[in-house]
């Protein structure tokens, strides 16, 4: 197929279903949220509250657009095209569904750019992520947001080399940095963190780690000190009006969807299950919604961590283990253990 | 070719803003377009490893840890740090003195046509614990010896 028309076939919905999904994300966050509170949460526009994100997003955009005198200007108003566009741009080289192929393997497809580097390449954009948050936060000229960026570069850095390493992991096992030899792989020595195989130790211990890894890249609760409402008010945001606000929130949220998925992909055989390979779809949609939901939870149960425990439980802990977890995996290769 | 030259004009263009800029932090925000711009060149040239690499270390790492120092030297109120553009006559001889070797080893070089395969992760790596394995392992000590190097700069003088 032309590859303008397969991007467009695949991409087109992949779009769709991150755009919605975080949307739907704002609304669910607030419903959970609220049933874990014991409160009603959104339950006035539309059904159980589902219209909540639409009504906000219209609200957003009637909202003044105020720009500090101070800023600025230039990068101020540049500053929020970025996040979701490089969260979207990683998506591109997920696998979202799994087809049988003549010789009886399983195939991962359903990719918008199977890249050779796939996994390479989501962690560079996860990298160039900081610069935006910081750009923002000084731009704004605004002592809280220069903090809460300086907050979001140390983190975003520091947290980044435990989730390189614990991806390599896979990429060990595999052989390869593109997500569909991760997936055919997994099809056929069983999930990376979860399988019968003694790599499968190594590999939940990876995935454990790049999860919470991944939380911090997101910003999550219990690693969002970047935007630590009670000492920061609301980090680099806190200039921001209307829809730019809405912007980097959005970006927040479809972060979330795409960790989640990316978690998935990595540790948990992406769009593998029982059943046939059609089910392979839904089979990755429900990994990523149990992670997703995972995440939520974490965040409404938790309270975040001081700034230097974040750096001492990174440096301390994360990435020692991980640099173990990576030697581990390649001696398990090297013994043919996995 | 013609995104090639579009691809190099942004790269001397966003060059010559990093020194042009008399803002410190929009120094570093064009260099940080340089080397995303060069990544790019990468990939045009089929090394799409090479341009991951350049994108996840000098982008992401590089840029990263400029912006630390930017953060780290405000010691006053105000985040506008003077960043003037002095000494152009030197500038521009050490420029010229560096453009004609450079112009030199650019005719010289053979022309090696069109690249057909790509340049994937494991030729890089191959080559590096194959041919290249002394330089490969002469790069780590270098890197070896300039954290110690930090590492005893940065130490407090009383233990």
């Given at each position: ?41 959104p339950t006035v526009v539309g059904p159980a509250g ?160 790049f999860f919470l890894a991944s939380l911090a890249e ?121 | ?137 002469a790069l780590s000590v270098l890197l070896l010896a ?14």
């Amino acid at each position: 197929m032309n590859p303008i028309v397969h991007a467009l076939v695949i991409g087109v919905p992949l779009l769709t279903f991150l755009m919605g999904g975080a949307a739907l994300a704002t609304w669910f966050e607030r419903r959970f949220s609220g049933k874990m509170q014991t409160r009603w949460g959104p339950t006035v526009v539309g059904p159980a509250g589902l219209l909540q994100p639409v009504a906000d997003a219209l609200k957003m955009m009637q909202k003044e657009d105020i720009v500090p005198r101070a800023a600025d200007r230039t990068l101020f108003n540049l500053a929020p095209l970025f996040p979701p566009f490089l969260v979207i741009a990683s998506a591109a080289v997920i696998p979202f569904a799994a087809t049988i192929d003549a010789d009886g393997a399983v195939k991962a497809t359903g990719v918008v750019a199977d890249l050779d580097i796939g996994i390479l390449w989501v962690m560079a954009l996860a990298g160039l992520m900081v610069f935006p948050i910081w750009v923002a936060g000084w731009a704004a000229n605004n002592k809280y947001t220069m903090l809460s960026g300086m907050r979001m570069v140390a983190q975003g850095i520091s947290y980044e080399i435990p989730m390189v390493l614990c991806a390599l992991v896979p990429v060990i096992f595999a052989g390869s940095l593109s997500l569909s030899d991760i997936v055919a792989y997994q099809a056929v020595h069983g999930w990376n963190a979860l399988s019968l195989s003694p790599s499968a130790i190594v590999g939940a211990v990876a995935a454990l780690l790049f999860f919470l890894a991944s939380l911090a890249e997101a910003n999550r609760i219990p690693f969002d000190i970047p935007e630590a409402e009670s000492e920061l008010i609301g980090g680099v945001m806190v200039e921001y009006t209307g829809i730019k606000f809405g912007i980097f929130m959005l970006a927040e949220y479809l972060h979330t969807i795409v960790a989640s998925a990316l978690t998935a992909v990595l540790f948990f055989g992406g769009p593998l299950g029982p059943g046939p390979a059609v089910l392979g779809l839904g089979w990755m949609l429900g990994k990523t919604l149990v992670l997703f939901v995972l995440i939520y939870w974490i965040r409404w149960s938790l309270y975040r961590f001081r700034s230097d425990q974040l750096m001492d439980l990174c440096w301390r802990i994360l990435v020692p283990l991980s640099l173990v977890l990576v030697m581990l995996s390649a001696l398990l290769v090297a013994g043919g253990f996995a | 070719m013609t995104a090639f030259a579009v691809i190099a004009g942004i790269i001397l263009a966003s060059g010559l803003m990093v020194v042009r800029s008399e803002n410190l932090v929009h120094s570093v925000l064009w260099l940080a377009v340089t080397l995303i711009a060069t990544a790019v060149q990468f990939v045009l040239l089929n090394a799409p490893f090479l341009a991951g690499m350049q994108l996840m270390l000098y982008t992401g790492g590089i840029i990263t840890l400029m912006l630390f120092g930017v953060m780290l030297t405000i010691r006053d109120e105000g985040v506008d740090i003077p960043n003037p553009s002095e000494g152009h006559l030197a500038g521009a001889g050490a420029a010229l003195a560096f453009l004609v070797p450079t112009l030199y080893a650019i005719w010289g070089t053979p022309d090696f046509g069109p690249m057909v395969d790509p340049i994937t992760a494991k030729d890089i790596g191959s080559s590096f614990l194959g041919p290249q394995l002394i330089a490969f392992e002469a790069l780590s000590v270098l890197l070896l010896a300039a954290m110690i190097g930090a590492i005893v700069l940065v130490r407090r003088k009383d233990p």
